[in-house]
């Protein structure tokens, strides 16, 4: 058995994996798709000042409204997986993320694209309880680290493929097409469809849960505000809204940040419009790739560091490292390119702390409450997060200068987050509640 897992839990984590991934490929693929969209359904031609300006406030109105549907989905869905059980809402939220994204393809103008991300984020809110708690509930005690940083895994490959995606439409398939290529992009959100059917023949529900529902009473989202559980909730919020308003502050502008960064480049060296929209989606692909590796590498560091030193110092480390990243990245004057570089850092330590949180909340809770709490912590957080890029996309509409300015402000908020350290609630060396 390999790391001491059975062929079934390593379906489960893939099946799971899966689900993460596509989730965060459909969340994100409009951050791609941003500065054609915006511009084609505004009646704005795509790379001018105009268009630019509308990019930048509409990727944080855009944005936002994601963050508080998935906020919604999340604890909707957190409840719904402790009812009806974590394989049945798996189903049920991919299913729901891939057609509302898939549905943005057919927008005739900026409001049905709005109502359709509505009903993406609802789906894409929900899917993480039911994986998170599924992972938790079969793997083996002393590998459920190791399984909660892999499950994370998938949340740089989601973002990979949505990076490849849109560069292979929108960089060379349909590169000459930019008004048109953003719906085709957006079609292949409806892979996670057929991935959901594929999921439910292979998986049954955790013993674990069905014994823990068996003969208790119907779960109550109230229960985790308990005397009992109100600490710990509060552990959880605390520390997942530090790094929900510097990831999605940070993520969310990436395309767009390299994409006034490779305009202003193409204008100094005089290149002509198609040789402009093509630095731009060749810097957009570059600057996130690096912000992925640099995930990946961070997720997958949270394991020795959480095994060896502890959560609160998981988070302490984190946070730090993300105030200098983001601080190093955006406050000192690089040239364009080696800028797309420093993305590595900020995936490293922003994007990287998040493959704590799928093994760190369900640890929290117990079992009949896992989905719940878990759900309820990891997105609660997300309607203040909110705020975070719709203030930047509205500052930044006055600029690319004033985009980098204002994401150099961002590191506050992990260095604030800091002080609020004393109130993690350490989970390390023990055993999963029931």
């Known amino acids: 058995m390999l790391m001491g897992m059975t062929r079934y839990q390593w379906t489960v984590l893939f099946a799971a994996w899966l689900g993460w991934g596509f989730d965060v490929f459909d969340g994100l693929l409009f951050n791609y798709v941003a500065p054609n969209a915006v511009p084609t359904l505004l009646g704005l031609e795509i790379g001018s000042p105009e268009a630019r300006t509308a990019t930048l406030y509409w990727t944080g109105v855009l944005t936002s409204v994601l963050l508080l549907g998935w906020a919604a989905g999340g604890v909707l869905f957190g409840y719904v997986c402790d009812r009806i059980g974590r394989t049945r809402t798996l189903l049920l939220t991919m299913l729901l993320y891939a057609l509302g994204t898939a549905a943005c393809a057919f927008a005739p103008n900026i409001w049905v694209l709005l109502a359709c991300r509505i009903v993406a984020a609802l789906g894409i809110g929900g899917e993480w309880a039911a994986g998170a708690s599924m992972v938790a509930e079969v793997v083996p005690e002393n590998r459920r680290v190791e399984a909660g940083a892999l499950l994370y895994t998938a949340a740089p490959m989601g973002l990979f493929l949505a990076t490849y ?27 996670p469809a057929g991935v959901a059917f594929l999921v439910r023949l292979f998986l049954k529900e955790p013993e674990r849960w069905k014994e823990a529902v068996k003969d208790a009473a119907p779960v109550r989202l109230a229960e985790i505000f308990s005397p009992e559980l109100r600490h710990i909730t509060f552990a959880g919020v605390c520390m997942s809204l530090v790094a929900l308003i510097a990831w999605w502050s940070c993520n969310a ?9 490779a305009q202003n480049a193409a204008a100094a060296d005089g290149l002509d419009t198609t040789a402009t929209l093509a630095l731009v989606e060749e810097w957009k692909f570059r600057a996130t790739y690096w912000f992925n590796m640099g995930g990946l590498v961070g997720t997958l560091l949270t394991i020795p560091v959480a095994k060896i030193l502890g959560r609160r110092a998981l988070f302490g480390i984190y946070f730090a490292a993300s105030a200098v990243a983001i601080f190093a990245t955006f406050g000192i004057d690089w040239e364009p390119t080696v800028r797309l570089y420093w993305y590595f850092a900020i995936g490293a330590s922003v994007f990287g702390i998040f493959g704590s949180f799928t093994y760190y909340l ?30 930047v996309g509205t500052i930044a509409a006055q600029g690319t200068d004033t985009v980098l300015q204002t994401l150099f402000y961002v590191g506050l908020v992990p260095a604030l987050g800091l002080f609020l350290l004393p109130w993690v609630v350490e989970t390390r060396d023990k055993v999963l509640a029931d």
């Not at 439409?169 to 290529?181: H, I, Q, R, Y």
């Not at 502008?253 to 960064?261: D, E, M, Q, R, S």
């Open 165 to 191: 995606v849109n560069f292979g439409v929108a960089g060379v398939w349909m590169a000459d097409s930019p008004e048109t290529s953003w719906r085709y992009v957006f079609l292949f959100g409806l892979v």
């Open 253 to 261: 502008f990436i395309p767009t940040v390299a994409t006034g960064l």
């Open 362 to 391: 369900p640890e929290l809770f117990p079992t009949r409450l896992r989905a719940t709490g878990a759900g309820f912590c990891y997105n609660i957080g997300r309607v203040l997060a909110a705020v975070g890029p719709f203030a």
